[in-house]
């Protein structure tokens, strides 16, 4: 498994009681629940703007710096995109140039294009310096170069596990805009998807959501993003965690780490199975008590502290290598199966007298601590259609092997597979299976 840290909206430089605590007891926590991580995923606003604003100090460098140590990554696993506090706004040239190009919907900007123009893009990024300056205290210069770019606002930083898509979602936040008004200038960041490693996954980091960009701008990237195989959206900006469903894609959004009555002060954890291309979130939120996890995540998951997800890749057709790999393998089996199948003329699932469906079972099995199965039953009785139906049907990858095929390669048991096995020692034979495979499931046909 692989596992990351979301945190968003540090705001430092902001102190109170509650603020101060909660923030030292971060890194005790994660040292006391052991969650060592792979990566860490910063969304933006590092530090805080308004009243309160100091600036950049070397204490904030610290702290990022400690969360990865206390996680076990090196800070090149540190992945930031800039919030709208990290920017200064009233940069020469930033608020004229953002209102030229779409301020109120009344510029140049054209979604179906994308394109801002350079001489704006560099105005826009004149805001970035101190941000880009104080990531010198975390990334080596090659690093830093990345940002601040106005000729690529938007950049992919390619990891051993992933495609990091980082998008500079301030590009036209100025004052007086609306928070559902962005853009991101779509051409430039389809020059980046298109040096994407199409056989890696695609995490995409921003600070604003998804939702906070002009509606025009949505229906670009939505069409744009699921093309190319991009699902996972990681956010802030809300100062609240929200996990969900935003079209097809996979919207998780931090919470913020201070103190602010009416929000959620919150991380999130996300793993993922690279075997599977399946994942899941798990929230962690503030309490006057302490940190904890947080119980209510997505209502709608039989998990209601998580959120599942699929991660995988375009050059597979949006599944795993492992499950096409699985699906070649099976593809000499599936002529055996008729055109239709008639679920009422297949047997019943047996499990211990609880009847049930056969993919309920395998769904539920497949997510234990022992993800295989084995069926007992005289021959006829349908096992081969059921399983390769769930297997032509399954994104999980699943290999069906017969058991002529076990004889075949002299896996031990062949002498336990041949004939009727409640005629021959059956009592053996699960013993024999329990030994091999550290007790798997055992499921019974039943033709009642």
């Not at 992945?79 to 940069?91: E, K, L, M, T, Y």
């Not at 004229?96 to 294009?113: H, L, S, V």
């Not at 826009?124 to 106005?150: C, H, N, S």
């Not at 199409?198 to 921003?206: A, C, D, H, Q, V």
Request: glycine fraction near 6%; hydrophobic fraction near 35%; proline fraction near 5%.
């Amino acid at each position: 498994m692989i596992r990351w840290l979301h945190i968003s909206d540090l705001h430092l430089g902001s102190s109170d009681l509650s603020t101060d605590e909660l923030r030292d007891e971060l890194l005790k926590f994660l040292v006391e629940k052991g969650l060592r991580c792979d990566y860490v995923f910063c969304t933006g606003d590092i530090k805080t703007a308004g009243p309160d604003d100091k600036g950049y100090t070397d204490s904030m460098a610290t702290y990022l710096k400690a969360i990865c140590k206390t996680v076990g990554i090196p800070t090149e696993r540190l992945f930031i995109v800039p919030g709208n506090h990290d920017i200064n706004r009233d940069a020469a040239g930033r608020d004229a140039a953002i209102r030229k190009m779409m301020f109120q919907r009344r510029g140049y900007y054209d979604p179906a294009k994308g394109i801002i123009e350079r001489d704006d893009l560099a105005a826009i990024m004149e805001g970035e310096k101190t941000f880009v300056d104080f990531l010198k205290q975390i990334y080596p210069p090659e690093r830093v170069a990345m940002y601040g770019d106005p000729d690529r606002p938007h950049f992919v930083i390619e990891t051993d596990d992933f495609n990091i898509l980082h998008v500079d979602t301030t590009v036209s936040y100025t004052k007086n805009q609306e928070f559902t008004d962005l853009i991101v200038g779509g051409h430039a960041l389809y020059s980046e998807i298109r040096k994407l490693n199409k056989t890696k996954p695609t995490i995409l980091i921003t600070h604003y959501p998804f939702t906070s960009l002009l509606q025009d701008e949505k229906k670009q990237l939505a069409i744009l993003l699921k093309k190319n195989g991009i699902n996972l959206w990681l956010a802030g900006h809300e100062h609240d965690h929200v996990l969900q469903p935003v079209h097809y894609l996979d919207s998780m959004q931090a919470g913020e780490l201070r103190y602010e009555n009416k929000a959620n002060a919150s991380f999130v954890v996300g793993e993922y199975n690279p075997k599977t291309g399946r994942g899941y979130a798990k929230v962690y939120a503030w309490f006057p008590e302490g940190w904890a996890p947080y119980p209510f995540v997505d209502l709608s998951n039989k998990h209601v502290d998580r959120y599942e997800f699929t991660l995988a890749t375009v050059g597979n057709g949006g599944i795993s290598r492992e499950a096409l790999a699985a699906r070649t393998a099976n593809e000499q089996y599936y002529h055996r199966l008729p055109l239709k199948i008639e679920k009422n003329l297949l047997p019943a699932i047996d499990d211990h007298d609880n009847i049930t469906s056969f993919d309920e079972l395998l769904d539920e099995t497949w997510g234990s601590d022992t993800p295989h199965i084995i069926i007992l039953a005289d021959g006829g009785m349908g096992k081969t259609t059921m399983l390769l139906d769930y297997c032509q049907k399954s994104s999980d990858p699943i290999l069906y092997i017969p058991a002529e095929r076990l004889v075949a390669l002299g896996i031990g048991i062949e002498q336990y597979c041949i004939g009727n096995l409640y005629d021959n020692d059956a009592d053996a034979f699960r013993e024999s299976l329990y030994t091999m495979y550290s007790k798997p499931t055992l499921l019974y046909l039943s033709t009642v």
